[in-house]
């Protein structure tokens, strides 16, 4: 089993930057994928980044591009999701999602496990 505690969301205004962490406790030498997904107000949860954490492969989501960027602390067991140039829209619950796999990184079904969740707002 894996735990993630992710923390780190806050109110911020538009242009403002946030870093996320995701802390993983447990059998972590079982982790091959690290994600960030966020849900909107009203919406679907959605991909936001992801990271392999073996090779240090990143993958990122066009809204996102430019803009976060994921990263990995391996003493630490921790992965951060650092968020710039902020804008409203980018307002959700954050959530940190681990898998054992190596599955599309968009896709939940790739993930075993998920933190609690974060909150991020964004404030015109």
């Known amino acids: 089993q894996v735990q993630l505690i992710d923390s780190g969301g806050g109110l911020v205004q538009a242009g403002g930057s946030l870093r996320l962490a995701c802390t993983a406790s447990?059998?972590?030498?079982?982790?091959?994928?690290v994600s960030w997904f966020r849900q909107p107000p009203g919406k679907e949860r959605e991909f936001v980044a992801a990271?392999?954490?073996?090779?240090?492969?990143?993958y990122y989501a066009d809204s996102v591009k430019g803009r976060f960027t994921i990263s990995r602390d391996n003493a630490k067991n921790t992965v951060y999701l650092q968020m710039n140039s902020l804008k409203p829209e980018d307002t959700a619950v954050y959530y940190c999602?681990?898998?054992?796999?190596?599955?599309?990184?968009?896709?939940?079904?790739?993930?075993?496990?998920w933190g609690p969740g974060t909150q991020v707002t964004v404030s015109s």
């Open positions: 999602a681990a898998g054992p796999n190596s599955g599309r990184p968009e896709y939940t079904g790739t993930y075993h496990y």
């Open positions: 990271l392999r954490w073996w090779s240090g492969t990143t």
């Open positions: 447990g059998r972590t030498s079982s982790i091959n994928t």
